[in-house]
């Protein structure tokens, strides 16, 4: 491994949860060992343009620091090129040609964690942290995810899937999930666009919200029992924390709770929970980030009812970093402080794309 390594950390973008991305990289950033990694910070604003080799107080001062300065490339109109390098700044090669050893995405959400950015460094062959472009769309897509995971024989939360041409009728999903529901974007994350319905009257407009951040709409069954975290570590010998779990004073777990309001929750490491309980939930942690093909790291999400029946219900592949996100309070729990598990981060992604370089992709 050269020292130090050349790490790419990008962050921001175009998603509902560019502020979130911008305190986990932030946490990451200050994790990062001076002496061992050089870090460039590759930041996405909000309109898709990429800035690079800013200072870090500039950067992480505020989401619009960046307006007006000149972009590494940018999207253009639709009938125009796809990519456009600004006057005076870096081509589009630059980002192949700095010299990168490898790149750390965190990105939460769309455009992020979606397998899009995993698909761009791909193709550019720069090993990145975290999963690859189909274990990323794959558990990014609600829908998707549930349906890879009931394939396995792996319990999760029953749904029903909704796009815009298709007819919502009330009752009929009362009578087939019963009541209260929650209806949420397919592809989406930190709860957004999430409502609890619990009368007729209240699912138009769930399902027009929903459908504003996604032409895919999952209306579930609304789970009585305690949200349950676990995070997960590695590439082909996955290992998992013990579970932990928010505790919430908010109806459910919202946005605000999550990274806005210190007294609408607190973090229990480890969850309180039966021996038993637990470590059933840390096997099906593993079982679905197996099934799923994550290699890196993910955050997996599940119910436990109070008869104490475990029910999978998502998969962050880009859990939050930031002082009030569970993956990296459970890893620093099990003894992995922050420091630490970026190392085994970067670790991992560097041995998968030495791994990969192997694979024959032509006669």
Excluded at 90 to 105: C, E, I, N, Q
Excluded at 236 to 254: K, L, M, N, R
Excluded at 290 to 296: K, R, S, T, Y
Excluded at 314 to 319: A, H, L, M, S
Aim: net charge negative; proline share 6%; hydrophobic share 40%.
């Amino acid at each position: 491994m050269p020292s130090p390594l050349h790490v790419g950390l990008i962050y921001g973008g175009q998603s509902s949860e560019h502020e979130i991305s911008i305190r986990s990289a932030r946490s990451v950033f200050e994790a990062l060992d001076a002496d061992r990694y050089r870090v460039t910070l590759i930041q996405i604003d909000r309109d898709g343009r990429w800035h690079i080799d800013a200072s870090p107080d500039t950067l992480f001062a505020t989401a619009s620091a960046t307006e007006g300065a000149p972009a590494l490339f940018a999207p253009q109109d639709p009938n125009g090129p796809v990519w456009s390098a600004e006057p005076d700044a870096h081509s589009f090669t630059s980002l192949d040609a700095m010299g990168l050893d490898v790149a750390f995405p965190m990105l939460h959400g769309t455009n992020g964690e979606d397998g899009r950015i995993q698909g761009f460094l791909q193709t550019l062959g720069l090993a990145y942290v975290g999963c690859d472009v189909l274990a990323s769309a794959a558990c990014m897509n609600k829908d998707a995810t549930k349906r890879l995971l009931d394939h396995a024989g792996l319990p999760v939360t029953p749904s029903r899937t909704l796009r815009p041409s298709d007819a919502a009728d009330f009752d009929s999903l009362a009578e087939a999930l019963g009541t209260p529901l929650f209806v949420k974007p397919a592809n989406s994350g930190s709860s957004v666009g999430i409502t609890k319905v619990e009368h007729a009257h209240q699912l138009d407009a769930a399902l027009e919200l929903a459908f504003a951040y996604d032409r895919t709409v999952l209306v579930e069954t609304a789970i009585e029992g305690r949200e349950i975290e676990c995070a997960v570590l590695g590439n082909e010998t996955p290992h998992a924390s013990a579970p932990g779990e928010i505790v919430s004073t908010a109806q459910f777990y919202t946005y605000d709770a999550k990274y806005e309001d210190p007294e609408a929750s607190r973090m229990e490491v480890p969850a309180d929970l039966p021996p038993e309980v637990s470590e059933r939930v840390r096997q099906l942690a593993l079982a679905s980030y197996v099934a799923l093909g994550c290699e890196g790291m993910a955050r997996v999400d599940v119910f436990v009812t109070p008869e104490h029946e475990v029910l999978i219900n998502e998969i962050n592949t880009i859990p939050g970093f930031t002082d009030r996100s569970m993956y990296p309070v459970m890893w620093a729990h099990e003894g992995l402080e922050l420091a630490a598990l970026v190392d085994r981060l970067i670790e991992l992604a560097l041995a998968r794309h030495q791994r990969d370089a192997h694979l024959l992709t032509i006669r």
